[in-house]
């Protein structure tokens, strides 16, 4: 009875490569987490943020489950990147509408998509500016029907209660916001996440998404394109006063783009780690008495899973 009563709640972060999740405990702050978990899938199962092999995928993450014994949990879970694309939209009204998703689907701007508006899911968050000229402002994230769809499918087939599905750029930032809400007037921010072969680099103005790009992997590369794209924004905004690099991603990665991109008296870089800024609590269970397996999840798993996280406690 207990466990139908108050249901454990598990947190997935989901990747073409692999599937991060852990068990939330509570409702603290920080929040606290257990059995943390990061699982690599079989090549093809999931490409470009659509899972390819439902079932043999539905029964990886029921089979993890059921090791855990976290049966009955309900999952909140972050998409794949590529799952889902991020708009910033300024609208045309004095205040943000009352029903955005009816609003943006009437206005139908034409927010560059490889596919219509009426074949996608959409969630819309305001951004507050601190420029007051600025019209209202919604982070908006898309994705396509059918793809949002096969994951509903994909927990289905693990028999689990799915509560809620995030775009991972939503739970990004959402982590992030600590950071992003304390930059001072005139600081350009540069999210830059390392994924393997390639890296998002994505510019943050008052707390506003600017402009993002995908690069190619390797510290000289990732250097050259994060200069370039800051001499362009330099030239697009001369108020900009300084410049604050957030590095996350895999650890010997991170290393070695922070030790390039070295710091000038208008410039800091730093590697973002969620357990050091005390985002999140690890903790040892008597199951699982060893917390340290938050060491082998990336980055940018682990970050997402902070934004998740905090997502759930806000509910």
């Not at 908006?140 to 693990?158: D, K, L, N, P, T």
């Amino acid at each position: 009875m207990t466990a139908r009563l108050f249901p454990p709640r598990l947190l997935l972060v989901l990747e073409d490569e692999q599937v991060t999740l852990m068990h939330l405990k509570g409702a603290t702050y920080p929040p606290t987490g257990t059995l943390l978990r990061t699982v690599p899938l079989p090549r093809g199962t999931c490409s470009g943020g659509q899972p390819q092999q439902k079932a043999a995928l539905g029964d990886l993450i029921g089979d993890l489950v059921v090791e855990l014994n976290l049966m009955g949990a309900e999952v909140v879970a972050a998409l794949p990147a590529a799952a889902c694309t991020l708009r910033v939209v300024e609208w045309p009204y004095d205040d943000w509408p009352e029903q955005p998703d009816l609003a943006l689907r009437e206005l139908n701007p034409d927010l560059g998509l490889p596919f219509p508006m009426t074949q996608t899911y959409i969630t819309l968050g305001p951004l507050p500016s601190r420029d007051p000229s600025r019209p209202p402002t919604s982070l908006v994230a898309i994705g396509q029907r059918a793809m949002i769809q096969a994951w509903v499918e994909v927990f289905s087939i693990a028999a689990l209660d799915l509560v809620c599905l995030e775009p991972a750029q939503v739970v990004t930032l959402r982590a992030l916001d600590p950071l992003i809400a304390a930059a001072p007037a005139g600081e350009l921010m540069v999210l830059l996440e390392l994924r393997g072969d390639s890296a998002d680099l994505l510019l943050v103005r008052d707390g506003i998404p600017e402009f993002s790009r995908r690069v190619t992997a390797g510290a000289m590369s990732i250097e050259r394109e994060v200069r370039t794209c800051l001499a362009f924004w330099q030239r697009r905004d001369p108020s900009m006063t300084s410049v604050r690099v957030l590095v996350y991603g895999p650890a010997q990665d991170c290393a070695k783009v922070s030790d390039t991109l070295s710091p000038t008296p208008s410039w800091s870089v730093e590697i973002v780690d969620p357990l050091q800024q005390r985002w999140l609590s690890i903790v040892g269970t008597e199951s699982d008495p060893d917390p340290s397996a938050a060491d082998a999840v990336g980055g940018a798993s682990l970050v997402r899973m902070c934004g998740l996280a905090a997502g759930d406690l806000s509910r």
